[in-house]
């Protein structure tokens, strides 16, 4: 049986990364890992799994970097941390122009 992990792509890298709700301009956490398939956020904000959620990243130094797609939870769980969840996005429908624009961001921030 192939697990979910199993059938990751991407290249993974560990991104710190601002992540905020794009309609309600709300931040929803920040990105422990993201690749051009999707991102694990760490937020204090419960979600719904299958929710889809218009997404906003926000460059750390470059707001012209900034991008914004829809995201689907595809699983959630409480942290480590007291109040705080982690959250599994899977990115829907990114454009090859948006994919391409993670992958370079990834490799100007990745740690």
Same mark, same amino acid.
């Given at each position: 049986?192939? #697990?979910?992990?199993? !059938? /990751? !792509?991407? !290249?993974r #890298?560990?991104? /710190?990364?601002? *992540?905020?709700? #794009?309609? $309600?301009?709300?931040?929803?956490? &920040? %990105?422990?890992?993201?690749? $051009? @398939?999707?991102?694990?956020? *760490? +937020?204090? &904000?419960?979600?719904?799994? +299958?929710?889809?959620? #218009?997404? /906003?990243?926000?460059? %750390?130094? &470059?707001?012209? !970097? &900034?991008?914004?797609?829809?995201?689907? *939870?595809?699983?959630? =769980?409480?942290?480590?941390?007291a +109040? =705080?969840?982690? %959250?599994?996005?899977?990115?829907? @429908?990114? %454009?090859?122009?948006?994919?391409?624009?993670?992958?370079?961001?990834?490799?100007?921030?990745?740690?």
């Amino acid at each position: 049986m192939t #697990s979910i992990i199993d !059938k /990751r !792509k991407a !290249k993974r #890298s560990i991104i /710190r990364i601002k *992540v905020f709700d #794009s309609i $309600s301009d709300k931040l929803i956490g &920040n %990105t422990i890992d993201l690749n $051009s @398939d999707g991102m694990l956020l *760490v +937020g204090s &904000n419960e979600v719904t799994l +299958g929710q889809e959620i #218009s997404v /906003r990243l926000e460059h %750390t130094f &470059n707001a012209s !970097k &900034n991008i914004t797609l829809k995201a689907k *939870v595809v699983w959630h =769980m409480a942290s480590v941390k007291a +109040g =705080m969840y982690n %959250t599994g996005f899977y990115f829907i @429908d990114a %454009t090859p122009e948006q994919t391409s624009f993670i992958d370079a961001l990834i490799d100007e921030l990745a740690m």
